[in-house]
């Protein structure tokens, strides 16, 4: 069983920055890919990066040069460095694992004010 807990979620000015972890649970995640994705009002979840065990990540295209997401295996946890954050970025952002099934977190709310 995994299980995936977020912070550091909060509001911030357009321009601004925030700075998301994720904490796991689980012996295995040193060899489990994790991921963000976000969900804005009224729209699907959305894919925002993901990094494998391996360290190699993927971003959304919206969001490359901006977030940089990384993970430190000693700790079990996950980072997503947000960067001149735009209102577009609002939304409720959740990590994600997965360990011979999907893991999601309960969610942290970032709200980006123009």
């Known amino acids: 069983q995994v299980q995936l807990v977020e912070s550091g979620g909060g509001l911030v000015q357009a321009g601004g920055s925030l700075r998301l972890s994720c904490a796991a649970s689980?012996?295995?995640?040193?060899?489990?890919?994790m991921g963000w994705y976000r969900q804005a009002p009224g729209k699907q979840r959305e894919l925002v990066a993901r990094i494998t065990s391996g360290f190699s990540s993927v971003y959304a295209d919206s969001v490359k040069g901006r977030f940089t997401i990384s993970r430190d295996n000693a700790k079990n946890t996950v980072y997503l460095q947000m960067s001149s954050l735009k209102p577009e970025d609002t939304g409720v952002y959740y990590c994600?694992?997965?360990?011979?099934?999907?893991?999601w977190g309960q969610g942290t709310q970032v709200t980006v004010s123009s």
């Open positions: 994600w694992s997965y360990a011979y099934a999907d893991y």
């Open positions: 689980g012996s295995i995640f040193s060899i489990s890919p």
